[in-house]
């Protein structure tokens, strides 16, 4: 006899969960339809209005329409149901499904739509499958083509260009591009070639004697910036990680601490750093620039530095943990002879990597006067001081160059276990003696 959790998995679902489960994929396969035919037509009709001579987005979309909104909304929903009644949607490719039944008869897909748009229009027959025996909705019943999965041999022997889905996609491709050349105003008529040409010229006569000095001294302060938010970050970013790892977030209160972490941990990385030193420069004063470029940093390692944390922590071997777990030992011993050793050079990896981009970012933030080297190669781009500026560019290309390529050797030995070694951390016979 089985166990009763075993019966509990193997006991059918109820109707009713069945039917939810089938409106569920339904109307998934629907709201994919619709939003991919409404962006096809609204970036068709404003490349065409484009394309007759309409300029500015608002203008277009601006104008009086040949119907209501309410009018384009149901003919794309109509234009939906069609495609998913007679051919395979992208909806449906997505999602790995198709309409199967007894045969493929036109008459057979003809009665679907048309029973379709009846318990759409009733509102009641669209949710007829949570009461009916089969679960089964109007247009399937009286159809007999439901929504099942596609079999792999029937999506190998059909080419992309042979399909309906595939045509729409090319189409959404074509359409983005040209509305996208009109979107960004890309037009190489406007490239000023002679200024371009002056500016080259003058940026290879970089005036060392004046600026190598005064450059050498903001490159200082640029990599200190990234270092100094760095190390800010690592303590927190470490704390942090333990409470934003999935597999260590047991219970109700840790699971909502992780929850809302998550959360926090993406709006904060959301912002980039740049928008950071525009709010920390008000706070602290352009005074104080390099210490706004620095916060700006620091607030953004944290984010990122606590997210490849915790992934390490989600992916570390259990086995270590249950058997240190199993001497007796408390939370914090199961903590840093169990789990740090194995997430210490991973660690170190994350930490050197973030160093680097800190170093490049540090250079972006100077020009909203954030501090270090940017801020002063952003005033003079800004005054057509080339040959200034040319030292600068080179300083940051050189610094650039070495600390990618020291980061990546040192990184690449500590994923290859080549740092800390866990036998020189792991002082397991202290773990013995608790009882």
Known sequence: MAP???NDL?????????????MRKSLLVLLTDYVTLAYLAT?????????????????????PAVFPWWGAVL?????????????????????????????????????HLAVRNAALLSIVGTFAPLWDRDARSWASRASGLHLGETSPQASERIAWYRTSWGWCLALIIVVTLISGVFLTEVSF???????????????????????LASGIELLLETIFMALMATLFAIPIAFSLSFLAARNLATGPWRRGIYTILRVILSIMRSIEPIVWAIIFII??????????????????????????????????????????????ASRLQVILYGIVPQILNPYLSFTLYRWDI?????????????????????QYIRLH?????????????????????????????????????????????????VK
């Open 189 to 211: 008529k406007r490239f000023n070639w002679n200024a371009a040409t002056k500016m080259i010229r003058r940026l290879f006569r970089p005036d060392w004697a004046g600026e």
């Open 75 to 111: 003919v794309l929903l109509e234009a939906c149901l069609v495609w998913e009644s007679f051919g395979k949607s992208i909806g449906m490719r997505l999602l790995g499904v198709e309409r199967v039944g007894p045969d493929e008869r036109i008459t057979r897909r003809l009665l």
């Open 385 to 433: 001081y080339w040959e200034r500026a040319a030292v600068l560019i080179v300083l940051v290309i050189l610094t650039v160059w070495v600390m990618d390529y020291t980061s990546s050797k040192l990184r690449q030995r500590f994923e290859e276990g080549g740092g800390v070694r866990a036998a020189d951390l792991m002082a397991l016979p202290q773990v013995r003696d």
């Open 10 to 22: 193997l006991k059918p679902k109820a109707p009713w969960l069945r039917a939810a489960s089938g």
């Open 283 to 328: 706070i602290v004063t352009p005074r104080r620039a390099p210490f706004a470029g620095v916060l700006a940093l620091w607030i953004h390692s944290i984010s990122d530095l606590t997210k490849l944390y915790s992934e390490r922590l989600e992916s570390i071997d259990q086995g270590p943990v249950e058997a240190i777990t199993a001497t007796g």
């Open 43 to 63: 970036m068709t009709w404003f490349a065409l209005s484009r394309l007759a001579g309409i300029q500015g987005f608002r203008a277009v979309f601006g104008s």
């Open 4 to 6: 009763d959790g075993l």
């Open 358 to 378: 800190n170093v490049r970012m540090a250079t972006v933030i100077g020009v909203v006067g954030g501090g270090g080297i940017g801020q002063m190669l952003y």
